[in-house]
């Protein structure tokens, strides 16, 4: 049992925080401005090229094959630069990892992976949220390919992206779960429609909904067989709920540490209640560290999601909700309008107990699947 | 990086969950069954848990903060009523002092609210003290200012009170006068007592991760089998949602507690102590929310003497105010961001 650095990794750290104080681009925290999002493919691009991304993937698809909890040390670093994060696509590369084939792989990963191509991921519909299995878009066979229709909602990053992970009915006369398969669409075609979504705070890059009136998609870019969508969805799901995947610890430490700077400042311009609220954020970005480090250290047995991802999602919610009500507290709420940063940072924190299956579908998940109490 | 247990880790938490499930006190009823808690004192007493931070060749610890913290959680969790906090932290002064073996059961003596070790001047401790976990001890480890820093000393007890903890009583001290430590070679300075803090706080966290997962197991138990409306309760989403939350939280507590433990022995003083001072803030706030979603699922049963939910809140009230519970652990981990100061949360 030891937190601490092996020589390979703390000769790695040390590589890398000689590396970021020279290139940290300093951008806004990833939430709140349309300014990060455009820059945020330059990031990925730069952090991947310096060979400091994709640290536990296979080599095969451009990763480095390293132990999982280098991606630890990487959070530790970005946080003590205040560095922007990671770029989250853990969730989509543990999916065609998983279930796409040696073809899917190597025609995507790489380029997933070193930040070339950028994805989005076309699960959820507006009747098919918590319920994702009802949904409804449609994938007919015609030839070599795949003719997509429906409406797909809460689509990161679309107007970005140059491929969506589409999950698709292709069978209807089958049970919900089993009727629906995956697809690597092409997101520059005609028949895809884009409408962004403001979010409440204000973005427009990061939230959108995609039309496919019919989309055409190579039928070898089905990833997995015909009826296995469900199953990677529940492991990219899975995957999306672990913050050791997402990378999410470096953007709380880096606000946390920002609103303590602020207090820093100018320490008698907070009050108990405040400085209360910041110590929370604080505590919480610490555990959510330490539990990072544990679960990431649980895989160097082996790779699993199971529950427990829930667990780690519950975890990753209220901490950047502490942080929220942290950036709430220390840096107000902007009133007369002007730089209403934190007030930003305090609204997008309210999506995260919905992002990636809803806080109450985690508790469902938590108390049937890991305390195995009863179905009602 | 590797935070999974060792073989041995594992080994040795696998033995004290063989004691406490054996040995510990499965009702409340059993509380006062002396021939059950005889025989686990001497379960204990054999296993040389207590003896983990005495000294060995050149005066390191038998064993790291982490063995430490694998027994605690495991007695936590089955409310073992056999003292190990205390003499565990009376080893660990004597240690530092470089005083040999008390060769009496031993364990320490804190402020009356339990934030810091008691401290006699000129060789009185005015105010009196509390010995805390004191079943079967004899006497109490205090520090008594000597110079720029502490010599040890011991004050004898009197019988046991059982008061808050009904697992782990507590003795008062009087006002009274303390005799030094025969033969202590070193005198302690603040980085030995910073020390010892993280230690007595990594310890009563992973006390209270272990009383969490009691309490969770024991609530989760109830609620599959009390039926209402024709169902388990534990069918019903408001139920599961409260287990959850639990569950949860208890998750987050050990993570954070594990560091914690392992940042005692590695880390610089400064950065162990705010590393236990986080694990502490977090884990006591969990504690009490843990432990009171477990008197709601028992219901009316819960709120009864009978149930065992009480006496993990009990247990777990007592570790949070061991070296300071939420408040002064969130001001310990503002100090480490140089935002300490009379703006206290207090």
């Given at each position: 049992m030891d937190f601490a650095d092996s020589p390979d990794e703390a000769a790695f750290r040390q590589r890398l925080r000689e590396w970021l104080a020279h290139n940290n681009p300093g951008l806004p925290p990833s939430s709140t401005s349309d300014e990060y999002w455009a820059a945020q493919a330059g990031w990925h691009e730069r952090l991947y090229d310096a060979g400091f991304f994709g640290l536990s993937w296979p080599t095969a698809v451009g990763g480095h094959g390293l132990p999982s909890v280098y991606d630890v040390i990487l959070d530790e670093e970005l946080i003590a630069a205040a560095a922007p994060p990671r770029p989250s696509i853990g969730y989509l590369v543990q999916g065609l990892l998983e279930h796409g084939n040696e073809d899917v792989q190597q025609r995507f990963l790489p380029g997933l992976v070193n930040g070339r191509d950028r994805w989005c991921q076309g699960f959820s519909e507006p009747d098919a949220g918590s319920d994702l299995a009802s949904l409804r878009t449609r994938a007919v066979r015609d030839g070599d390919e795949f003719v997509i229709t429906g409406h797909k909602v809460w689509t990161s990053y679309s107007d970005q992206a140059e491929w969506c992970l589409v999950l698709a009915r292709t069978d209807p006369d089958v049970p919900k779960h089993k009727g629906i398969s995956a697809f690597a669409v092409p997101m520059r075609q005609p028949g895809i429609e884009q409408r962004p979504l403001k979010m409440i705070n204000g973005i427009t890059r990061e939230f959108g909904e995609v039309l496919f009136d019919g989309a055409r998609v190579d039928?070898?870019?089905?990833?997995?067989?015909?009826?296995?969508g469900w199953r990677l969805a529940m492991t990219v799901v899975s995957h999306e709920r672990e913050p050791g995947e997402l990378g999410y610890v470096a953007r709380y430490g880096k606000l946390a540490n920002e609103l303590a700077h602020v207090v820093g400042a100018d320490p008698a311009a907070f009050g108990p209640e405040q400085r209360r609220d910041l110590a929370w954020a604080l505590v919480e970005v610490e555990m959510l560290r330490c539990h990072v480090s544990r679960r990431l250290s649980d895989r160097l047995g082996g790779l699993t999601h199971g529950p427990e991802g829930s667990v780690d999602k519950l975890l990753m919610t209220s901490t950047e909700q502490a942080v929220g009500h942290a950036a709430l507290s220390v840096g107000g709420v902007a009133p007369a309008g002007g730089d209403d940063t934190w007030l930003r940072v305090y609204l997008y924190s309210r999506a995260q107990s919905v992002m990636g299956g809803t806080s109450q579908i985690q508790r469902n998940l938590v108390a049937t699947r890991i305390l195995e109490l009863p179905t009602s | 990086m590797d935070v999974r247990l060792s073989a041995e880790q594992s080994a040795l938490r696998d033995a004290a969950a063989q004691a406490v499930d054996r040995l510990g006190p499965a009702t409340v009823a059993g509380l006062d069954d002396a021939e059950r808690t005889a025989k686990l004192d001497a379960a204990v007493t054999a296993s040389g848990w207590r003896e983990l931070r005495t000294p060995v060749d050149g005066g390191a610890p038998l064993a790291s903060a982490v063995e430490v913290a694998i027994v605690a959680e495991e007695l936590g969790r089955g409310l073992a009523d056999a003292a190990f906090l205390g003499p565990t932290l009376a080893a660990e002064l004597r240690r530092r002092a470089g005083a040999p073996d008390a060769g009496v059961p031993e364990t320490v003596a804190l402020r009356h609210d339990l934030s810091a070790p008691a401290c006699a001047v000129d060789g009185v401790l005015p105010n009196g003290a509390v010995a805390i976990d004191a079943l079967g001890a004899t006497s109490a480890l205090v520090l008594m200012e000597d110079g720029g820093g502490y010599a040890l000393g011991a004050v004898a007890l009197g019988e046991n009170a059982a008061g808050l903890d009904l697992t782990r009583p507590s003795v008062t001290i009087p006002a009274s006068e303390v005799a030094a430590l025969e033969s202590q070679t070193t005198t302690l300075g603040l980085g030995d007592l910073g020390t010892w803090d993280s230690l007595a706080l990594a310890v009563t966290c992973a006390d209270l991760v272990g009383i969490m997962c009691g309490a969770v197991t024991l609530a989760t138990g109830y609620a599959r089998q009390r039926a209402q409306y024709g169902a388990t309760i534990g069918s019903f989403q408001a139920v599961q949602h409260l287990l959850a939350d639990a569950h949860v939280a208890m998750e987050g507590s050990r993570s954070i507690a594990l560091h914690a433990a392992w940042a005692v022995d590695a880390l610089p003083a400064a950065d162990a102590l705010v590393a236990a001072s986080s694990a502490k803030a977090y884990c006591a706030r969990a504690a009490r929310s843990v432990c009171e979603t477990a008197i709601q699922v028992h219901g009316g049963i819960g709120n009864t003497w009978e149930c065992l939910a009480h006496v993990y809140l009990r247990r777990a009230l007592l570790s949070t105010d061991v070296?300071?519970?939420v408040g002064p652990n969130l001001e310990r981990v503002l100090a480490s961001h140089g935002l300490g100061g009379d703006h206290g949360l207090r």
């Amino acid at each position: 049992m030891d937190f601490a650095d092996s020589p390979d990794e703390a000769a790695f750290r040390q590589r890398l925080r000689e590396w970021l104080a020279h290139n940290n681009p300093g951008l806004p925290p990833s939430s709140t401005s349309d300014e990060y999002w455009a820059a945020q493919a330059g990031w990925h691009e730069r952090l991947y090229d310096a060979g400091f991304f994709g640290l536990s993937w296979p080599t095969a698809v451009g990763g480095h094959g390293l132990p999982s909890v280098y991606d630890v040390i990487l959070d530790e670093e970005l946080i003590a630069a205040a560095a922007p994060p990671r770029p989250s696509i853990g969730y989509l590369v543990q999916g065609l990892l998983e279930h796409g084939n040696e073809d899917v792989q190597q025609r995507f990963l790489p380029g997933l992976v070193n930040g070339r191509d950028r994805w989005c991921q076309g699960f959820s519909e507006p009747d098919a949220g918590s319920d994702l299995a009802s949904l409804r878009t449609r994938a007919v066979r015609d030839g070599d390919e795949f003719v997509i229709t429906g409406h797909k909602v809460w689509t990161s990053y679309s107007d970005q992206a140059e491929w969506c992970l589409v999950l698709a009915r292709t069978d209807p006369d089958v049970p919900k779960h089993k009727g629906i398969s995956a697809f690597a669409v092409p997101m520059r075609q005609p028949g895809i429609e884009q409408r962004p979504l403001k979010m409440i705070n204000g973005i427009t890059r990061e939230f959108g909904e995609v039309l496919f009136d019919g989309a055409r998609v190579d039928a070898a870019n089905m990833i997995g067989e015909p009826g296995e969508g469900w199953r990677l969805a529940m492991t990219v799901v899975s995957h999306e709920r672990e913050p050791g995947e997402l990378g999410y610890v470096a953007r709380y430490g880096k606000l946390a540490n920002e609103l303590a700077h602020v207090v820093g400042a100018d320490p008698a311009a907070f009050g108990p209640e405040q400085r209360r609220d910041l110590a929370w954020a604080l505590v919480e970005v610490e555990m959510l560290r330490c539990h990072v480090s544990r679960r990431l250290s649980d895989r160097l047995g082996g790779l699993t999601h199971g529950p427990e991802g829930s667990v780690d999602k519950l975890l990753m919610t209220s901490t950047e909700q502490a942080v929220g009500h942290a950036a709430l507290s220390v840096g107000g709420v902007a009133p007369a309008g002007g730089d209403d940063t934190w007030l930003r940072v305090y609204l997008y924190s309210r999506a995260q107990s919905v992002m990636g299956g809803t806080s109450q579908i985690q508790r469902n998940l938590v108390a049937t699947r890991i305390l195995e109490l009863p179905t009602s | 990086m590797d935070v999974r247990l060792s073989a041995e880790q594992s080994a040795l938490r696998d033995a004290a969950a063989q004691a406490v499930d054996r040995l510990g006190p499965a009702t409340v009823a059993g509380l006062d069954d002396a021939e059950r808690t005889a025989k686990l004192d001497a379960a204990v007493t054999a296993s040389g848990w207590r003896e983990l931070r005495t000294p060995v060749d050149g005066g390191a610890p038998l064993a790291s903060a982490v063995e430490v913290a694998i027994v605690a959680e495991e007695l936590g969790r089955g409310l073992a009523d056999a003292a190990f906090l205390g003499p565990t932290l009376a080893a660990e002064l004597r240690r530092r002092a470089g005083a040999p073996d008390a060769g009496v059961p031993e364990t320490v003596a804190l402020r009356h609210d339990l934030s810091a070790p008691a401290c006699a001047v000129d060789g009185v401790l005015p105010n009196g003290a509390v010995a805390i976990d004191a079943l079967g001890a004899t006497s109490a480890l205090v520090l008594m200012e000597d110079g720029g820093g502490y010599a040890l000393g011991a004050v004898a007890l009197g019988e046991n009170a059982a008061g808050l903890d009904l697992t782990r009583p507590s003795v008062t001290i009087p006002a009274s006068e303390v005799a030094a430590l025969e033969s202590q070679t070193t005198t302690l300075g603040l980085g030995d007592l910073g020390t010892w803090d993280s230690l007595a706080l990594a310890v009563t966290c992973a006390d209270l991760v272990g009383i969490m997962c009691g309490a969770v197991t024991l609530a989760t138990g109830y609620a599959r089998q009390r039926a209402q409306y024709g169902a388990t309760i534990g069918s019903f989403q408001a139920v599961q949602h409260l287990l959850a939350d639990a569950h949860v939280a208890m998750e987050g507590s050990r993570s954070i507690a594990l560091h914690a433990a392992w940042a005692v022995d590695a880390l610089p003083a400064a950065d162990a102590l705010v590393a236990a001072s986080s694990a502490k803030a977090y884990c006591a706030r969990a504690a009490r929310s843990v432990c009171e979603t477990a008197i709601q699922v028992h219901g009316g049963i819960g709120n009864t003497w009978e149930c065992l939910a009480h006496v993990y809140l009990r247990r777990a009230l007592l570790s949070t105010d061991v070296l300071g519970g939420v408040g002064p652990n969130l001001e310990r981990v503002l100090a480490s961001h140089g935002l300490g100061g009379d703006h206290g949360l207090r």
